[in-house]
């Protein structure tokens, strides 16, 4: 990972490694720019990986920030109050707005790509 001195120029690179994983509230998280970084509180991204068998049952998440994802591997449904529902596999993305009140459900073993502003 590389990052300059200034935060104006605050820049991070890092690689998909499964190594790095850390716990998370649910499952667990790669982070590429934890909150707060580059003097951005409203920033972050990373790689989320969870597995059925931590999440067997739908669980409801009130989304915090917005929120932008991209599936890598696995399957998830999420379902969004009062609007659709995404059936999210390999190559998909989806974007939520803060306040969203969202269900998901984890099919298979997930990794997402995820950005939160």
Request: charged share 25%; hydrophobic share 35%.
């Amino acid at each position: 990972m590389s990052t300059p001195t200034s935060a104006l120029e605050f820049t991070v690179h890092d690689a998909f490694d499964p190594e790095k994983y850390e716990p998370f509230d649910l499952g667990r998280v790669q982070w590429v720019r934890r909150p707060g970084d580059g003097n951005r509180p409203a920033l972050s991204a990373g790689f989320w990986h969870v597995t059925p068998e931590e999440a067997p049952e739908p669980f409801d998440l009130l989304i915090e920030a917005d929120e932008t994802i991209h599936i890598i591997e696995g399957h998830l449904l999420i379902e969004v109050e009062g609007s659709e529902s995404f059936d999210l596999k390999p190559g998909s993305a989806a974007s939520f707005n803060r306040g969203a009140r969202t269900r998901w459900s984890v099919v298979e073993t997930t990794t997402e790509f995820f950005v939160y502003s």
